[in-house]
């Protein structure tokens, strides 16, 4: 006699588990040795079935198993991405400046290549919509790469220079946040903030680490036009195989509950079908509150990355101790960024970003104040928690627009989200400068800061907590 259907096997089995405390009995139902032992061989393989199912509807093992890859190719991808060119940009000024004798103002093309890919935020979100996230990354990283190697054969002038950022804003876009965040919010729920921790604050620091003496050692002895070289040589011997072979979107669900045959839900909540067709989050007024605030944070941090060393001096600080305090600013960035993501999983969710919006206001308030008498721990710290702010910036959007919207809703509120957070951000150092040429100080672009990251506080408490039902009102 064959054995009985698997599924049924394993209900008894999980029966007879719940009258033995953990222990499935299988009943001798004859008195002939071989049938008996047969029946035990089978209790056995339902025993080890249950444990792997167990095990394998763990949400959290089973997105950590899943997504390890895509995680893997994301942090990669993006850390070796068309990013690094902005993260590596100062290096390039002194020596272009040196060898064409072009003004430090003609030079600076960072701050229009990174509003324009603010800006095209939107747009990236529907390629990927249409070819996927690997397709539009993969061709961004190529393009990116092509434009720095033809940057380096060609006669390099005015024109050229130029024409290089224009294009570069276009192509850039596409192998920046965008694709990679999408391509993570597809398997990680329950663990995004530390997913999104890892492959932004981890896969972009560690990349940058070892970029940049690279690239400085080739610029200086071979010419900064070798330092291209060497950013497209990160992109295609890194950021390509890395896009290419590791990074996928998961399938899309049939339905919009993801609840397996267990009736265990390994993916996390996802919002009812009914609602997901009523209206998009973009239509609501609570959605532009919330990217509004979490863009206003952005605003009153910004400032400080390229101002803060011209605060400490102008406050009577010694130029040591100002650059000093510049390195201790980023480094809290980068711890600031995985301190988010590892918090964000365990609490609530809008008190991560209150509390460490909060103590970066302090920090703007004290370095609006400091002068040569503050203590060096206080300004050093002061300018730690700013620094903690900066850090938070690109995972804040991506985990409240997957926590609140879920996924249907993601690429479409990300996007825009993000494209508020890089828009304000760009704006915040002109602000500061303008701040600073009206009233003759740092000390009021300071309070405008530490105002902005308490109002950002404000918006993400009241905007940022669970209501996905009004997105149907």
């Not at 259907?5 to 002939?32: S, Y």
């Not at 896009?243 to 609840?259: G, K, M």
């Not at 997901?276 to 009153?300: D, E, K, M, N």
């Not at 609006?368 to 730690?384: E, I, K, Q, R």
Request: with cysteine; charged share 10%.
């Amino acid at each position: 006699m064959p054995p009985p259907p698997a599924h049924k096997r394993v209900r008894a089995a999980e029966a007879d588990a719940n009258r033995c405390d953990g222990w499935p009995t299988v009943p001798l139902a004859t008195g002939c040795p071989q049938d008996n032992l047969e029946l035990v061989n089978q209790g056995a393989t339902v025993s080890q079935t249950i444990d792997q199912q167990s095990s394998r509807h763990d949400p959290e093992l089973s997105e950590w198993r899943s997504g390890r890859r895509a995680l893997l190719g994301s942090s990669l991808g993006f850390g070796a991405g068309a990013g690094l060119f902005l993260l590596t940009f100062s290096l390039f000024v002194k020596p272009i400046k040196e060898a064409t004798g072009w003004s430090t103002t003609t030079i600076l093309i960072v701050p229009v290549v990174q509003l324009v890919w603010g800006l095209a935020f939107p747009v990236v979100g529907r390629l990927i919509t249409r070819f996927g996230a690997r397709s539009v990354a993969t061709f961004g990283v190529i393009a990116t790469a092509a434009l720095l190697i033809l940057v380096y054969l060609v006669p390099f002038n005015l024109a050229v220079y130029y024409g290089f950022a224009a294009l570069i804003s276009i192509v850039g876009s596409l192998a920046w946040h965008s694709p990679y965040v999408t391509a993570l919010s597809t398997w990680f729920h329950k663990n995004s903030g530390r997913a999104l921790s890892i492959a932004l604050s981890g896969g972009g620091a560690s990349m940058t680490i070892i970029a940049v003496p690279l690239v400085s050692s080739a610029i200086y002895s071979y010419g900064f036009k070798t330092g291209y070289l060497v950013l497209a040589a990160f992109m295609l011997l890194v950021a390509l195989p890395a896009t290419v072979f590791l990074v996928r979107q998961r399938p899309e669900p049939d339905t919009t509950v993801n609840v397996n045959a267990a009736g265990i839900d390994v993916e996390g909540p996802t919002p009812p079908k009914a609602v997901q067709q009523v209206v998009s989050p973009r239509r609501t007024f609570r959605f532009w509150a919330l990217a509004v605030s979490i863009g206003v944070a952005s605003l009153g941090a910004a400032g400080f990355v390229a101002n803060l060393a011209a605060i400490m001096l102008e406050a009577g600080l010694s130029v040591k101790l100002a650059t000093g305090t510049l390195s201790i600013f980023f480094v809290f960035t980068a711890i600031g960024g995985f301190v988010n993501g590892l918090l964000l999983d365990r609490v609530r969710p809008f008190l991560v970003p209150a509390v460490v919006l909060s103590f970066s206001a302090s920090g703007a308030f004290v370095i609006g104040f400091a002068n040569s008498s503050f203590p060096t721990a206080v300004v050093v710290l002061a300018a730690g928690l700013i620094g903690m702010c900066s850090g938070t910036q690109a995972e804040l959007p991506a985990f409240f627009m997957l926590r609140k919207y879920g996924r249907t809703h993601f690429r479409e509120t990300y996007n825009t989200t993000m494209m508020t957070v890089v828009v304000f951000a760009t704006c915040s150092p002109f602000i500061f400068g303008l701040i600073r040429d009206f009233t003759g100080s740092y000390f009021s672009a300071c309070m405008f800061s530490g105002s902005a990251l308490l109002l950002s506080v404000t918006g993400m408490v009241l905007f940022g907590r669970d209501r996905d039902h009004e997105i149907a009102a």
